[in-house]
């Protein structure tokens, strides 16, 4: 049995730790709630669990459509075991309908829908905000290849696909996400979370905003939010 040893990272809402197979590491889903790259933290009770338990039940339906992810096991209410992957400091952002910063840059209307989805990329650097940036500045830095590039964008469109239609069916609307990868043998394999900390729905039928979005704009009942969309999935929280 593998064992949790030394801490590796501590983000703003999980903690990375090594363990004894030099292969593997265990993330720890903290209530640690952030926004505005880390300027707002707050401890929202049982939201740890819920996103570890939501990330774990995401993670097998991206893995089961052919996604290769770095979850290996599930093994308590807030720690999963996961593939140690070299991370690719880029994030990949799809959208499906204009909400955030795409309103704040280009003044569209909140809401409006995207056909085709839209793909962007953002740098990791809280100090710089993450700003956006492009494939050919990832290339030049040397932060990604371009194979690696297209690889990303593929499989960060896959996932819009299958997640899409995953939240369709709960009566929700996939309205944008982010995705972080990093390569372990040479692959590139899907790493970090996906929960409503880095999401946002929309329930269908009014509207109502289900993610972190709730938190950033202080509408209040975060956690019940996250809790519904959890439900509503079927993923089995207690
Ligand atoms: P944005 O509208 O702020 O650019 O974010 C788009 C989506 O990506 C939204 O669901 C939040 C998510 N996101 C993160 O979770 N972390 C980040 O650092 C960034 C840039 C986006
Ligand atoms: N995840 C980033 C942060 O915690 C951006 C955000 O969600 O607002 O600051």
Not at 189 to 214: H, I, N, Y
Request: aromatic fraction near 8%; include cysteine.
């Amino acid at each position: 049995m593998v064992q949790k040893t030394t801490e590796l990272y501590r983000g703003k809402a999980k903690t990375v730790y090594n363990t004894t197979d030099h292969n593997l590491l265990v993330l720890h889903f903290r209530n640690d709630t952030s926004a505005f790259d880390g300027e707002r933290i707050e401890q929202l009770d049982r939201k740890g669990m819920i996103n570890n338990k939501f990330n774990y039940f995401i993670m097998q339906k991206l893995q089961d459509a052919g996604i290769p992810t770095q979850v290996e096991q599930l093994l308590s209410d807030d720690e999963v075991l996961v593939k140690k992957l070299n991370m690719i400091p880029v994030e990949c952002v799809v959208r499906n309908f204009a909400a955030g910063s795409l309103v704040r840059r280009l003044g569209v209307a909140e809401g409006i829908a995207l056909t085709p989805p839209t793909f962007e990329l953002f740098l990791k650097n809280d100090a710089l905000h993450d700003p956006m940036v492009n494939e050919s500045l990832a290339v030049a830095f040397n932060w990604a290849t371009e194979d690696q590039l297209a690889k990303m964008k593929q499989l960060t469109f896959k996932a819009n696909e299958v997640l899409a239609a995953l939240f369709d069916a709960a009566g929700m609307m996939l309205v944008d996400f982010k995705l972080e990868f990093g390569v372990f043998n040479g692959e590139i394999v899907l790493g970090d979370e996906f929960s409503p900390d880095g999401c946002r729905l929309w329930d269908k039928a009014t509207r109502k905003k289900l993610d972190k979005d709730r938190f950033r704009q202080g509408l209040g009942g975060v956690v019940e939010a996250y809790e519904e969309v959890a439900n509503r999935l079927g993923v089995k929280l207690d």
